[in-house]
């Protein structure tokens, strides 16, 4: 598929997707978010791709929305406020409004963002769904609704508590201040700094951890059973699906090929694909 907001290239196994607005601090728009969520429903289905990086061109990662439109900028009755929140409003994605996020979210694929520069607003919460997130020193984030008459969106309401707990959250989002790469890190929301030089081949360097020594199909459930049941009031519905799958599994080639490998200390080939070796209680989530 041709982009013209973002790009995308393989390094070997792992699928680099870059935020290409630099004259604009790769401010969002939707058709970048369309973008976006088309690279990631195609990396989900591509057992050539095992781990996506998502990075920004330049010296910023996202500067938040595009606000050239001015005052009026999220006013979604003008022409501009529409282009910017197209791909929420009216993609094809199965829930409504949810576009590049339910992509990422669903995606079997572990995901890293790779922070290095500015990100703020929607160019922060892009990166919640995603299952690491590792910044540049220097990097500015901020999830700035707040001081301009917003809401938090792209879901994160509900994921930035899951990651770095309540009252961290609400600390954040209510201030709606821009804060440093080294607060991030001591409030969880990233989990390494590097320097910039270092950061895209540092998020490489995770992508290998994630899924060189790693079954493609166990990564995929595993991903979707922490989080989904992450926030469970009770470990019932965990288990009402992972005896099943672990008996599946326990019969799948994958697991002789783990076994074997293990005990002939070699690295693992396994056999299993996404695209087609997914076990039958795979989606367990009601999809009403």
Avoid at 76 to 100: D, I, K
Avoid at 105 to 118: D, E, L, Q, T, V
Avoid at 183 to 193: D, I, K, M, N, T
Wanted: proline content about 6%; charged content about 20%.
């Amino acid at each position: 598929m041709s982009y013209q907001q973002i790009t995308c290239s393989m390094d070997g196994a792992i699928l680099i997707i870059t935020l290409n607005r630099p004259d604009k601090l790769n401010a969002y728009t939707g058709a970048m978010g369309s973008e976006i969520e088309a690279a990631f429903r195609d990396a989900d289905v591509d057992d050539d791709v095992r781990a996506i990086i998502v990075t920004g061109a330049g010296r910023a990662f996202c500067a938040g929305a595009d606000v050239s439109g001015g005052a009026a900028s999220f006013d979604t009755s003008g022409a501009h406020g529409a282009g910017v929140f197209g791909n929420r409003l009216t993609s094809g994605a199965p829930r409504s409004g949810s576009g590049f996020v339910d992509a990422i979210f669903r995606c079997r694929k572990p995901s890293i963002a790779a922070i290095n520069g500015p990100a703020v607003g929607i160019g922060i919460t892009m990166t919640l769904p995603m299952d690491v997130r590792i910044a540049a020193t220097g990097a500015k984030i901020g999830f700035i609704f707040a001081q301009r008459g917003l809401v938090p969106e792209a879901g994160s309401a509900w994921f930035l508590p899951k990651l770095v707990g309540l009252p961290q959250a609400l600390r954040w989002a209510i201030s709606g201040r821009t804060f440093a790469a080294e607060e991030a890190l001591r409030g969880g929301l990233v989990s390494e700094l590097t320097t910039p030089e270092q950061l895209l081949d540092r998020a490489k360097e995770i992508a290998r951890e994630l899924t060189e020594q790693t079954s493609p199909v166990s990564v995929a459930l595993t991903r979707q059973m922490l989080w989904r049941f992450a926030g469970a009031p009770d470990p019932y519905g965990v288990l009402a699906i992972d005896g099943a799958m672990s008996i599946e599994r326990g019969r799948h080639p994958d697991v002789r090929e783990g076994v074997a490998s293990f005990f002939e200390k070699r690295a693992p080939a396994f056999p299993g694909k996404v695209s087609q070796d997914m076990p039958p209680q795979y989606p367990w989530w009601d999809e009403d």
